[in-house]
């Protein structure tokens, strides 16, 4: 089968604590994938040995065809595969135009030189703007990312990585604290990103995950209890079980 990423027997452990397990998963190209599981799955533990922020303690992470389990962060992100990254860190006082021209700069190898003119940056701006168009970001362009509301800042956060021009988009619960009006609207404009990006998102939302993926993967105690279309995970009686025992103990 054609993948844009494979995992194979990927585990990760802490002492003798293991938060993944031999999880191998294959995500095609344009794929609209969820990750679920309870509280402490091993859910961003996951993601983290996707992106290498995490070094597997057994396994391997496979991009195309290329085994890139030692690859380093930064390399896989020129790879194309990227996870949204954290504005309140890294580009809070900029406005959202500035951060993602600053983000294709980054891309390119260029400085961003802030004394230049508009007419001398008009390629990446002229990027932003489409990007920015996409996310239906346009009107906020002037405005500093950090005033913006929560569901907004999430999409300057996905604009940001957009930026990248990623194969694979990571998102790590990209609606968590915003209200739910606003993760609506969030959750519309993600499904409206060109296909040939592959997103694997992780969401709690169960609404926003049986709207938007295609296919869902349920992890529970750091190993994959199944995989299927919505509604297979839906009629999967283990998946219900897991579900209705956490809210019995929550
Ligand atoms: N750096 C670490 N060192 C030790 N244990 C860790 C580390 N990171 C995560 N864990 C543990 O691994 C387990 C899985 O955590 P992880 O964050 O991957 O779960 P999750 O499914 O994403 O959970 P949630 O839905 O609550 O975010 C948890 O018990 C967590 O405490």
């Given amino acids: 089968m054609n993948t844009t990423l494979r995992t194979e ?3 990760k452990q802490w002492g003798a604590f293991k938060a993944n397990s031999d999880i191998s998963l294959s995500f095609t190209p344009g794929a609209r994938h969820a990750l679920i599981g309870p509280n402490g799955a091993g859910k961003t533990t996951f993601i983290n040995l996707l992106t290498g922020s995490f070094a597997p303690s057994g396994g391997k992470v496979f991009f195309g065809d290329d085994d890139i389990t030692a ?6 992100v020129k790879r194309g595969m990227t996870r949204t990254f954290q504005i309140n860190t ?9 951060s ?3 983000a294709i700069c980054e891309r390119e190898g260029k400085q ?3 004394y230049k003119t508009v007419a001398q940056q008009r390629t990446e701006i002229d990027e932003a703007m489409a990007l920015l168009s996409m996310l239906k970001l346009e009107r906020d362009a002037g405005t500093v990312t950090r005033s913006l509301p929560y569901g907004k800042q999430r999409l300057v956060e996905i604009a940001l990585a957009l930026a990248t021009r990623p194969k694979v988009l990571l998102l790590d619960e990209p609606a968590a604290g915003i209200p739910s009006a606003e993760s609506k609207e969030l959750f519309d404009v993600i499904a409206k990103l060109p296909r040939d990006v592959t997103i694997l998102f992780i969401e709690h939302d169960m609404g926003l995950v049986f709207r938007f993926a295609e296919r869902i993967t349920v992890l529970v105690g750091g190993k994959v209890l199944t995989e299927g279309t919505p509604a297979e995970i839906a009629a999967d009686p283990r998946v219900k079980e897991v579900y209705l025992g956490e809210a019995e103990h929550g």
């Fill in 9 to 11: 027997g990927l585990s």
């Fill in 71 to 76: 690859l380093p962060q930064h390399k896989r």
């Fill in 90 to 98: 890294l580009f809070a006082g900029l406005t959202v135009l500035e």
């Fill in 100 to 102: 993602v021209v600053l």
């Fill in 112 to 114: 961003f030189v802030w």
